[in-house]
């Protein structure tokens, strides 16, 4: 019996346009036109798979993303802050230039090292990693098997990848791309994780997976 992860990037907000830190609540933008759109279309490729559970990070642009599927699916969303975006403290709605200029040593910190360097203010990615493995484990002792698809955000899903390929979570950044929408197949199988996709945006026409995104 196996557990299929389906891990998916919310659509396009306009900070993922441009590059801006945002990962609370209180910094929650929703999705653009084509973000929504991309969530539609995703809908509509993934709907007719059969499953077993939809679990979402609470912020408004991944509630946003999963709310087609669920509307064509019947299954009610479960909402995980374990799957919510890493928190950026006082790097909120601030570009990178801008926080290379006004907090320059802990921004190159954060940028050798962020698995023990945190924005002031905000969360490590050891944080990220302890969070999300207790998220893992729960789906582990809570379903025998079935296909769960997790909507969350870029820093917590590449860090996510790291803990399940058991690679240094502070180097999340150099070891994966993944752009807005990206879907992430991992099994949970007998011998540890299996990684059938990593960042794919094949179920995206050319027209949406062309536009910018960070």
Known sequence: MTITLYILRHGQTAYSETGGYCGTPANDPGLTPAGIEMAKVFAQVYANLPWTGILVSPLRRTIETAQPICDQTGITMQL??????????????????????????QYVRWLTDPAWNAP????????????????????????????????SHKATIRILLCVLLGIDVGRYRDRFDMPVNALSIVELGHHGPFFRIIGDRSHLPESLRSLPST
């Open 120 to 151: 002031p203010g905000g969360e490590k990615a050891v944080d990220i990693a302890l969070r999300v493995w207790k998220l893992i484990q729960e789906i582990e002792q809570t379903y025998v098997d079935g296909n769960i698809l997790l909507v």
């Open 80 to 105: 995980k802050p374990e799957l919510q975006e890493i928190a950026y403290g006082q790097w909120e709605g601030l570009q990178p230039r801008v926080v290379n200029y006004k907090f320059h040593d």
